[in-house]
Structures are given as structure tokens and as C-alpha cells.
């Protein structure tokens, strides 16, 4: 089992930065990558960011240049560095762990309990 602990959300302006992060504790060594997704009122979770196992990242087009992922493995903890935020960037922000299975039906995955990023204009 994996268990994902959040922190770092908050209040900011607009054009600010705050900095996610998400420790992971548990069976952390066999984690595959981990991804911080995000989710508004009424809308399906949004993937904003990965990292895979080997450092590889990725984002979802509308953070590319403003936001970064990273990991501190000794730490067992994954940020997410946000800068120029904007309004939209308002939403729910979720940690997730998966552990890959034989095929994609098989991935297991783990989140946390999310931390509220409210961006005011």
C-alpha cells in the first residue's frame, strides 16, 4: 500500500508561485510514476504533470513554462512548483502514485486527499 500526504496549497494572487508537495510513505519502492492532477466543481480530474521513475516529465499544455515537477527521492516526496498562476489555475490539486501492472488494466493507483489552490484575480 502507498499512502500520499498533500501540502502546500493556499491562497495566492494571480502571477504568483506556491509549491505543492506530496510525501509518499509504504511500499514507495515499487512506485512507477506519480502524477499531481487537479479537478474543478463539475469536471472530470485533470492531469497537470507527471514524472516517471526515471525523471522523465511531462505536462498538460496549459502549464508548459510555468510549472515544474520534480522529486526528492530520498525524500519520498514529489513537488509541484507552480509559477505565473492564473485564475483558471483554481481547482483541487491530487497526488497520485501508480504502480504498473502487467497491461494498463492493471495499473494500481494510489492518491492523496488533494490541497485547494485558489488563485484570486
Known amino acids: 500500500q502507498i499512502q500520499l500526504v498533500e501540502s502546500g496549497g493556499g491562497l495566492v494572487q494571480a502571477g504568483g508561485s506556491l509549491r505543492l508537495s506530496c510525501a509518499a510513505s509504504g511500499s514507495t519502492s515499487v512506485i512507477n510514476a506519480m502524477n499531481w492532477f487537479r479537478q474543478t466543481p463539475g469536471n472530470q480530474r485533470e492531469l497537470v504533470a507527471g514524472?516517471?521513475?526515471?525523471?522523465?516529465?511531462n505536462y498538460t499544455d496549459s502549464v508548459k513554462g510555468r510549472f515544474i515537477i520534480f522529486k526528492d527521492i530520498e525524500k519520498n516526496t514529489v513537488y509541484l512548483q507552480m509559477n505565473k498562476l492564473r485564475f483558471e489555475d483554481t481547482a483541487v490539486y491530487y497526488c497520485?502514485?501508480?504502480?504498473?501492472?502487467?497491461?494498463?488494466?492493471?495499473?494500481?493507483?494510489?492518491w492523496g486527499q488533494g490541497t485547494q489552490v485558489t488563485v484570486s484575480l
Open positions: 514524472i516517471s521513475g526515471g525523471g522523465i516529465t
Open positions: 497520485n502514485a501508480v504502480i504498473f501492472g502487467l497491461r494498463p488494466a492493471l495499473n494500481r493507483d494510489f
